[in-house]
């Protein structure tokens, strides 16, 4: 199977692998494949990536199933067809948890659901000898992971393009991280990728759809606000904060302090 990719999305890989520095000699990359048109992306671009290395990589693919739907009603097939074009081992994980995912009290939906992504990914990386976990989070998902973290949870914060856990002992690498999402949509499309659709029944109705149409709407009247968020994520940019908020101890001492102070 012959492997090109646009001039476009392996320089902006290559970008983000080397900066970060993402992959070394000798790693074992497990990537996760939802069959979504990013992880599809990311999939191709590893297998591209790693002929032209100049040191051995190994790859291999995992598929989390929850069990949203029956397993007589998933088809997979297509992401087992694109592994093996591209000798790539292809591993399917299936959980029935479906409803713990979608009724449980103390987390929504999708954080749920990404709980127990990350842990049997993670934990099968590590039964398997994989060193590494590559994600296939973009520019995109990382700036509206910025902007929902500052609205729904008063924090700043986003995801690393790489994180070693240490429960684990495996490292998560991101390399689409530079792409915009646009880009990939254009790449999947004229590389003519498989897609599997989303079986997730909130597909479209999340917190991250709206922090999307979010962004689009501020666009409108200023269109540089998407890579002003972007660069609001880097360290060393100017921050100016409030204060740590006092406890109340020490608001009782600093009051008793204001009151005691006499006119000089």
């Not at 890989?13 to 000798?26: L, N, S, T």
């Not at 591209?86 to 479906?98: N, Q, S, T, V």
């Not at 049997?120 to 995109?140: P, R, S, T, W």
């Not at 709407?217 to 204060?243: C, D, S, T």
Request: contains cysteine; glycine residues 4%; proline residues 5%.
């Amino acid at each position: 199977m012959r492997l090109s990719l646009p001039r476009r999305i392996i320089r902006t890989v290559q970008r983000a692998v080397v900066e970060f520095e993402m992959i070394k000699p000798g790693d074992r990359i497990l990537i996760g494949l939802s069959g979504g048109k990013d992880s599809s992306l990311l999939l191709y671009t590893l297998a591209v990536l790693v002929k032209h290395l100049p040191f051995s990589v190994t790859l291999g693919a995992i598929t989390f199933d929850p069990g949203f739907k029956r397993q007589e009603e998933t088809d997979f097939g297509p992401l087992q067809e694109m592994c093996a074009a591209l000798e790539i081992p292809y591993h399917l994980a299936r959980a029935e948890i479906a409803d713990e995912i979608l009724n449980n009290n103390k987390q929504t939906p999708c954080a749920r659901c990404s709980y127990f992504r990350r842990a049997i990914i993670h934990n099968y990386a590590k039964e398997q000898g994989y060193n590494k976990v590559a994600l296939a989070h973009h520019l995109d998902d990382a700036v509206e992971t910025f902007l929902m973290s500052i609205i729904y949870s008063g924090q700043i914060s986003t995801f690393l393009p790489k994180t070693y856990l240490d429960r684990t002992e495996v490292t998560v690498i991101r390399p689409l991280v530079y792409l915009r999402e646009t880009e990939i949509k254009s790449a999947v499309k004229r590389l003519g990728l498989s897609v599997v659709a989303n079986p997730c029944p909130l597909d479209g109705d999340t917190k991250r759809r709206e922090a999307k149409e979010l962004i689009r709407e501020l666009k409108r009247k200023n269109p540089n606000v998407f890579y002003h968020l972007a660069a609001a994520m880097r360290e060393g940019r100017n921050i100016q904060l409030w204060p740590q908020e006092p406890t109340k101890e020490m608001i009782r001492g600093k009051s008793q302090h204001f009151w005691d102070m006499r006119q000089q």
